[in-house]
């Protein structure tokens, strides 16, 4: 049980026989859905009602009330459910299938290091290709076997006064407000890595037989098989996913039927995604998006797939990914003259800092799907 929350805070848990512990278990479990004695939208009413005491607002405060609650006791606030998102971005991560194929993932709060080590055969490029997140450059590195590298990291923030603005007025329920915090978090590592794996394709020393280009088509089937192939051969025989966006991943439909995997199957924090089958090989979609600011404008290339090798070691992923952990809700007081006057409800973020290494001495392959 945590000790340093104020006696404000205290008495709350007090009044309503609560414990911090069994608050957050609440929130936990609301969140998941596994609640026991008790319906949903009793937990949700239950958590709301903590959370305006806390506040010290009522079920009809308005919006001038809540600002000026936030600026007294959100600190209190933010304290409880910190340790809750951090549990759930934790667990997000972990339970999505595009995470599970191709990241080995190391989180700093749990004791790992961030050290990693080139221990690839003479026979693999040794590129190593470390993101740099403040400005999004790439630096390529060449390392020999045997010697270690570590992860770049930063910080990066989720805005979250809005969501919470709405939880507390009674027109959100815990469970979307946490879930928004969750996928916002895995869309923008999905964002760096592909940023970078997107031209990786032009680093490799040999394009031939990993490289191309066509429309899917009967024509065209024995090339692109190849291709998958050709990176499992190159990878010791591992198996190998596809993945691309929805429309993209659509189009394998022409070569043959996919097995598409139900949604009951899936995790339920990655309902982003579509899961399939093309013959022995699975392939994952990546959830589209659009650019910052750029409403209508893609992020990312429908006609672009790509072949990766997975492997059930850290070693035999193709990123390195670096979780610092501690999720810390914080209030944004500066942000440039062209945001100086933003709501105070939106300066509050969700913030994290992480980072991820591809390692572009692994063999993959890229199809551009044409007319």
């Known amino acids: ?65 809540r600002k000026r609650a936030y600026a007294k006791y959100g600190r209190d606030f933010f304290d409880i459910i910190e340790e809750t998102l951090d549990i759930t971005v934790t667990t997000g991560l972990k339970e999505n299938e595009w995470f599970n194929y191709l990241v ?21 490029i040794l590129s190593i290709a470390l993101m740099g997140k403040r400005h999004h450059d790439t630096i390529l590195q060449r390392l020999p076997q045997g010697e270690s590298y570590e992860v770049k990291t930063d910080l990066y923030g989720v805005a979250v006064g809005a969501d919470i ?15 928004a915090i969750t996928k916002s978090y895995i869309l923008k590592i999905q964002e760096l890595i592909f940023a970078e794996v997107q031209n990786a394709a032009t680093k490799l020393p040999v394009t031939a037989g990993f490289v191309d280009s066509g429309a899917l088509n009967s ?25 691309g966006t929805s429309i993209g991943l ?24 579509h899961i399939g089958r093309y013959g022995k090989y699975l392939f994952v979609e ?3 998006k659009f650019k910052p600011n750029q409403v209508g404008v893609d992020f990312y290339n429908d006609n672009e797939l790509y072949f990766f090798a997975t492997g059930s070691e850290g070693d035999d ?55």
């Open 165 to 179: 603005d709405r939880f507390l007025a009674g027109n959100e329920d815990w469970s979307r407000l946490i879930n």
């Open 250 to 273: 659509q189009e394998i439909n022409n070569l043959i039927k996919v097995d598409w995997i139900a949604s009951s199957q899936k995790e339920s924090v990655a309902t982003n995604f």
């Open 1 to 65: 049980m945590r000790l340093n929350f104020s006696e404000r805070v205290m008495k709350v848990f007090q009044s309503n026989d609560v414990s911090y512990n069994e608050l957050k278990d609440l929130m936990l479990d609301t969140y998941t859905g596994n609640l026991v004695g008790m319906t949903k939208s009793e937990a949700n009413d239950k958590i709301r009602s903590i959370s305006r005491q806390i506040f010290g607002l009522g079920d009809s405060s308005s919006k001038r009330d």
């Open 104 to 124: 080995n993932y190391v989180n700093l709060k749990d004791g790992d290091e961030n050290i990693f080590y080139n221990d690839s055969g003479k026979d693999t």
């Open 219 to 243: 024509t065209n089937r024995t090339k692109f098989n190849k291709i998958a192939q050709n990176v499992s051969v190159a990878n010791d025989n591992a198996d190998v996913v596809i993945v």
């Open 286 to 288: 990546i959830p589209q």
């Open 317 to 371: 992923k193709l990123i390195d990914f670096v979780d610092v952990g501690e999720t810390l809700i914080d209030e944004i007081t500066e942000r440039g003259e062209a945001n100086g006057r933003i709501d105070d409800i939106m300066k509050y973020e969700a913030q994290r800092e992480f980072g991820a290494t591809a390692r572009v001495g692994k063999y993959f392959g890229k199809w551009t799907i044409t007319e």
